[in-house]
T-cell receptor, first 111, second 113 residues
Framework: KQEVTQIPAALSVPEGENLVLNCSFT??????LQWFRQDPGKGLTSLLL?????REQTSGRLNASLDKSSGRSTLYIAASQPGDSATYLC??????????FGTGTSLTVIP | GAGVSQSPSNKVTEKGKDVELRCDPI?????LYWYRQSLGQGLEFLIY????????KSGLPSDRFSAERTGGSVSTLTIQRTQQEDSAVYLC???????????FGPGTRLLVL
């Protein structure tokens, strides 16, 4: 069974800092990997989707990388803002239909 | 167009009662997923629908759980004889295809007393 781990579980940074969130997975035969954010009491919002053939994806201040061979992905957030405060989840999809989610990193950006 | 919607947003029920949770996916999306998010835990896959194919039910935790998708659109997740451990947020997501981004609804918060 695919195990997805996210480190750290919680992170607090001052506004303006660059930061990196980590996601690791045990089965490297993934189909794609997706990063989401979840605000308290809300559903998930997709941030970036990386196909297995890709190395990274960028959207605005966000950059996600994927290294299948080592079973790792990182989400880089540049110039963090208080509005970035949320829980960030990564999810990997194997060749079947199931997505495996990590337990998330809770990010707090302090003004 | 409108995003994924779910109803009810909150549901409180007594142990042993049946509940139905509804999901309206984004129009035209052929793939629909149900997940469960328990307090302090990650999302747990429950069931997946793709077009007219037989659903992937491999994530359903027990035979008390079932789901339908009528007309390839709206889906209903039914939990029979609810137990306290069924208390969680139930999230629905849809995508235009299995390769594409999943879009999530706001979830239904179920509390079983």
């Amino acid at each position: 069974k695919q195990e997805v781990t996210q480190i750290p579980a919680a992170l607090s940074v001052p506004e303006g800092e660059n930061l990196v969130l980590n996601c690791s997975f045990t089965d490297s035969a993934i189909y794609n990997l997706q990063w989401f954010r979840q605000d308290p009491g809300k559903g998930l919002t997709s941030l970036l989707l990386i196909q297995s053939s890709q190395r990274e994806q960028t959207s605005g201040r966000l950059n996600a990388s994927l290294d299948k061979s080592s079973g790792r992905s990182t989400l880089y957030i540049a110039a963090s803002q208080p509005g970035d405060s949320a829980t960030y989840l990564c999810a990997v999809r194997l060749s079947g239909n199931q997505f495996y989610f990590g337990t998330g990193t809770s990010l707090t950006v302090i003004p | 167009g409108a995003g994924v919607s779910q109803s009810p947003s909150n549901k409180v029920t007594e142990k042993g009662k049946d509940v139905e949770l509804r999901c309206d996916p984004i129009s035209g999306h052929t793939a629909l997923y149900w997940y469960r998010q328990s307090l302090g835990q990650g999302l747990e896959f429950l069931i997946y629908f793709q077009g007219n194919s037989a659903p992937d039910k491999s994530g359903l935790p027990s035979d008390r759980f079932s789901a339908e998708r009528t007309g390839g659109s709206v889906s209903t997740l039914t939990i029979q004889r609810t137990q306290q451990e069924d208390s969680a947020v139930y999230l629905c997501a849809s995508s235009s295809s299995v390769q594409e981004t999943q879009y999530f609804g706001p979830g239904t918060r179920l509390l079983v007393l």
